[in-house]
């Protein structure tokens, strides 16, 4: 987990307000992983980003969701108009690139909705 | 069927047992990932296997492409031992993190 820092930890939000989740990778790394776990669930792939590109988000919800990964600053997992089907654990990753290398983890980004 | 499916669920030993964790996969995959999750707590990558076996400490992990099986040992348990051990597949060209396909973890309690 060293170095992926995801805040907030925890954040509550009532329905129908938005919730940003920030992710800054590991220094020295340009791919951002996001990932979520609902409750009682597995893991689940959202998306994958570079600098300023998204690569693949094959995984993410067609409505009210959307990721970035600026030029400078940390990746962003916006969700607009929160239901109470988002509360989950959202969790980042990162790596140096996308083939061959140890997967970093953050420590999760806990969202609740009520 | 869920592409990923790991054995046992859920796993109460003695401390000092060997653990054995197993997962079988349905895909073609470039890699396989072993990783811990502690209660309310992060994930820390423990393996990357493409093939045969690694060990780090107490923890053994081995694959087998052609069975589509891995397995993640634990030798002389402890109760720090105690965590979600969550396995997954990669699917992408040179087997990193994008389109990770994850097992639903086994629940591991070692009791002193």
């Known amino acids: 987990n060293a170095g992926v820092m995801q805040n907030p930890r925890h954040l509550v939000r009532r329905r129908g307000q938005e919730a940003r989740l920030r992710c800054s990778p590991m220094k020295g790394h340009s791919h951002v992983y996001w990932y979520r776990q609902l409750p009682e669930e597995g893991l689940k792939f959202m998306v994958y980003?570079?600098?300023?590109?998204?690569?693949?988000e094959s995984g993410m919800p067609k409505e009210r969701f959307s990721a970035e990964f600026p030029k400078e600053g940390p990746s962003i997992l916006r969700i607009q108009q929160v239901v109470r089907g988002d509360s989950a654990a959202y969790f980042c990753?990162?790596?140096?690139?996308?083939?061959?290398?140890?997967?970093?983890f953050g420590e999760g980004s806990w969202l609740t909705v009520v | 069927k869920n592409e990923v499916e790991q054995s046992p669920q859920n796993l109460t030993a003695q401390e000092g047992e060997f653990i054995t964790i197993n997962c079988s996969y349905s895909v073609g995959i470039s890699a396989l990932h072993w990783l811990q999750q502690h209660p309310g707590g992060g994930i820390v990558s423990l393996f990357m296997?493409?093939?045969g076996k690694k060990k780090h400490g107490r923890l053994i992990a081995t694959i087998n492409i052609q069975e589509k099986h891995s397995s993640l040992h634990i030798t002389a348990s402890h109760p720090r031992d105690s965590a979600v051990y969550i396995c997954a597949v990669s699917r992408g060209s040179g087997g990193g993190a994008d389109g990770l396909t994850f097992g639903k973890g086994t629940h591991l309690i070692i009791q002193p």
């Open positions: 296997l493409s093939s």
């Open positions: 990753a990162s790596s140096t690139q996308s083939s061959g290398n140890t997967i970093y």
């Open positions: 980003l570079q600098k300023e590109n998204i690569i693949d």
